[in-house]
């Protein structure tokens, strides 16, 4: 095995764009239809982290919840807290496991947790 590709549940095409592109930095790898009014399928990355969001009923529930490990988890906080959000401005904490840990929500209840490993 090499990797696993989580599925998140979409219900706003723009909001999902706007949280995930414009707010996160992830960038389109590919997107599908069936027909034009048809829901979106579509695969982001960012790094070498892959997601799918997919606004079809069966693929996925919503508030689902992922773990990401990271290096350099402030820059990454700082450049989340510059962007201003309206509906996200999460804090970064230390956890009694040894780690530090970002953690937003998408707009449909899902979960990423940004974490990097405290050296002991």
Known sequence: MSGAT???????EAKAREFYFDYLGFTLAWEHRFEPDMPLYMEITLDTLTIHLSEHHGDCSPGAAIRVEMADIEAF?????????????????????????VTVTDPFGNR??????LAL
């Open 6 to 12: 989580p599925i998140f549940r979409m219900f706003d």
């Open 77 to 101: 906080h700082s450049q989340l807290a510059a962007y201003k959000s309206k509906y996200s401005r999460p804090g970064i904490h230390k956890t009694p496991w040894d780690t530090q840990e």
């Open 112 to 117: 990423i947790i940004f974490f990097e490993r």
